[in-house]
């Protein structure tokens, strides 16, 4: 669809649409440039606080992922109007707020629609360095990968939906989606890592493709190392996956080589749509002890995931190394 829009001439936008990065970079001088991101979506959980939170830290991920800071933020919501009682919309605007204030993002406004269903998300604007972007087309051969949350949320959510698991269950997965990740972009950028994505909804495998794809190379993925929540493969089993998962399977397979013994349910753990992911980070090996330390020291995951090789955007996930 992209390919019917005029192309961009500015010299000061950095980082436009040809790279399918997370947000989008313009120039304003040779020390700073603005990014910024907009997503929204329908609940994936019953609180509408929480799902508030969860939409707002989505949101906010995508400025994170491109080493900026977030600054301020535009609600987008749609609400079924008279079906649903005024302070259930209330409860998600706060929700959203709650995660901004952690942020020190300021809602300077927003827009709003009636819709039968309700959706809610955020515009988002950010500042950056423009020498210290975090682009999703950057790693280099050689580079070792790192993942900073665990993969399952779009499971979860679906088994939340047909009451396969309750709340205490999902209570993982819930905290993982309302954790900001500004912690570990920090860590990213400390590091001075080479490229950086979140884990959205194309999920694991979609997203790694557009950086291989991106940068020119190819990665390996280590099966065994890859996080989950806790019960994310007995749920694929259990047939708890998501329409927009099963999709994303069907595509993954025509870039994806996968060893025999990597079992079935993972290999659709790694095409679950994800919602508010964690960072997907490629490092030279030399500095993957600094990232390490780096996301350890600020509480956060570090799990080393797989590597980049030679190649032309496939993805080759590997039973054991």
Not at 132 to 147: K, V
Not at 179 to 188: G, H, I, K, T
Not at 214 to 237: C, K, N, Q, Y
Not at 273 to 288: D, E, N, V, W, Y
Request: with cysteine; aromatic share 6%.
């Amino acid at each position: 669809m992209l390919r019917d829009l005029p192309p961009i001439t500015d010299p000061n936008v950095l980082v436009g649409t040809s790279t399918f990065d997370d947000a989008g970079v313009y120039r304003i001088s040779d020390e700073l440039a603005l990014v910024q991101t907009v997503d929204f979506f329908t609940p994936i959980v019953d609180d509408p606080f929480t799902f508030g939170r969860i939409a707002a830290a989505n949101a906010l991920s995508d400025i994170y992922a491109m080493g900026g800071r977030p600054i301020t933020a535009l609600n987008i919501a749609a609400f079924p109007m008279g079906t649903l009682p005024d302070d259930v919309f209330a409860a998600i605007l706060r929700g959203g707020a709650d995660a901004c204030v952690e942020a020190g993002v300021s809602i300077v406004g927003g827009h709003t629609v009636k819709d039968d269903e309700p959706k809610f998300g955020m515009a988002v604007t950010g500042l950056i360095d423009p020498r210290h972007i975090l682009r999703n087309d950057a790693a280099q051969p050689g580079d070792l990968l790192f993942l900073t949350k665990p993969l399952g949320t779009g499971i979860y959510s679906t088994a939340l939906k047909h009451d396969a698991i309750d709340d205490d269950a999902m209570a993982e997965a819930v905290r993982s989606m309302s954790a900001l990740n500004a912690r570990a972009a920090q860590a990213a950028l400390e590091a001075a890592a080479h490229a950086c994505t979140d884990i959205t909804g194309f999920g694991f495998l979609g997203h790694t493709h557009e950086m291989a794809a991106g940068s020119g190379v190819s990665l390996e993925i280590d099966a065994a190392t890859l996080p989950l929540f806790s019960r994310t493969l007995e749920l694929i089993e259990a047939g708890e996956v998501p329409g927009g998962t099963k999709d994303n399977a069907e595509q993954h397979l025509s870039f994806t080589r996968f060893d025999d013994a990597v079992h079935p349910a993972l290999r659709l753990a790694l095409s679950d749509a994800q919602t508010s992911g964690g960072l997907l980070i490629a490092i030279p090996r030399k500095r993957a002890a600094l990232l390490t330390a780096a996301l350890e020291r600020r509480g956060q995951l570090a799990r080393a995931v797989g590597r980049v090789v030679e190649g032309h955007g496939e993805i080759a996930v590997l039973a054991q190394r």
